[in-house]
């Protein structure tokens, strides 16, 4: 099953990093999120991509052409021309890379890869948000429902702490980051049929959250797959130092090929 990377769009809260850099390769730890995206995907197996993009792909195409050097030893003897590698350190991927305009919504950049995709099913996430997930359950879920589309829905921490205070004004509890409202909100990591294609329209600038998921779900058939463990969406330069702290202390969640 190939898995699509929507990598496209300006990432414009994040804009100490993306007048740089396209959103995706923002890095955390010196690896940009794109990849630990990829390496969540490959270590449940799943190890062909289909990367969608649009603002400053170049960045995003010249970094998988040099992948092999980047993170291999190699000795240059540059009085002959010649390079040797001493050690490989790749990944078993096959990246397609799609550009997918400059301003085309999310829609508009899915249907872009409809001739890449045919009529297989597939997985499509964003490029900013990792997560512990489980993939085989997610697809389990997907197919117990045999519903059109399968989304991952996610509860996001708060922002700010809590406490509780009694009427004398003694802190009875606090919380460092709870849970937000209870609401369960979209995290990506979506499961989609091939049909799915038919709810976007050719030449219309659509949002893909907009028409095409509002119409499946008022189809009865857009599933949910509720995950209760770590999902974060790097929105902000605020979201990206925390996810760099947790990569840094050796706390990060989302990196099942560690543990």
């Known amino acids: 099953m190939k898995t699509v990377i929507l990598a496209g769009g300006l990432g414009t809260r994040l804009s100490e990093e993306t007048n740089l850099l396209p959103k995706p390769m923002v890095e955390i730890g010196g690896r940009p999120i794109l ?14 991509f289909v990367i969608l993009t649009g603002y400053k792909s170049h960045i995003i ?5 040099n992948y092999y ?7 240059v003897d540059m009085s002959n021309n010649s390079v040797e590698i001493h050690n490989h ?24 890869a409809k001739a890449i995709i045919g009529n297989e099913r597939f997985m499509l996430t964003y490029g900013d948000g990792v997560s512990d997930i489980n993939i085989p359950k997610l697809i389990s879920s997907h197919e117990k429902s045999r519903k059109l589309v399968t989304l991952t829905s996610v509860q996001p921490t708060g922002r700010f702490g809590s406490i509780e205070i009694d009427n004398d004004g003694k802190v009875s509890s606090f919380t460092e980051k ?6 369960w909100i979209n995290g990506g990591f979506f499961i989609m049929e091939a049909s799915f294609f038919n ?22 058939q857009l599933n949910a797959y509720k995950h209760t ?14 996810l760099t702290d947790m990569w840094v202390n050796g706390y990060a969640p989302w990196a099942l090929w560690q543990k």
């Open 178 to 183: 709870p849970a937000g409202d209870g609401s």
């Open 69 to 75: 050097t980047r993170y291999s030893d190699i000795t």
């Open 199 to 220: 709810y976007i329209s050719e030449g219309n600038p659509t949002i893909l959250e907009k028409k095409p998921l509002e119409s499946v779900a008022e189809a009865g």
């Open 35 to 48: 990849w630990h995206i990829m390496k969540i995907y490959s270590y449940w197996g799943f190890n062909e």
């Open 229 to 242: 463990g770590f999902w974060r969406s790097m929105d902000t330069l605020r979201d990206k130092n925390e």
């Open 89 to 112: 350190r790749t990944e078993p991927w096959k990246v397609t890379m799609l550009y997918t305009g400059q301003d085309t919504m999310t829609g508009g950049r899915l249907l872009k």
């Open 61 to 65: 195409k010249e970094y998988f052409i």
